[in-house]
């Protein structure tokens, strides 16, 4: 997000107001860290609740997270 505002105030400064940048050019362009297992297992954990998995989701949660909320919550 910082980059989108850095590139919008460059060009505003330097006088291209009609020049677009657009954030999918911006976001392309970045390096993204491989993912780790822990990003994976959240992005599939993630999945679960989006698929209406309510079951399954609470089932690969975390011990933290089922100490604090019931299979019913």
């Given at each position: 997000m910082s980059l989108i505002i850095?590139?919008?105030?460059l060009l505003t400064i330097s006088g291209?107001?009609?020049a677009r940048?657009?954030?999918?050019?911006?976001s392309t362009?970045?390096?993204?860290?491989?993912?780790?297992k822990a990003s994976a297992d959240a992005r599939k954990w993630v999945e679960l609740l989006d698929e209406g998995q309510w079951d399954a989701s609470w089932q690969a949660a975390g011990t933290l997270f089922k100490a604090k909320i019931t299979p019913a919550q």
């Open positions: 850095a590139a919008a105030a291209q107001d009609d940048v657009s954030a999918q050019n911006i362009s970045i390096a993204r860290p491989a993912e780790t």
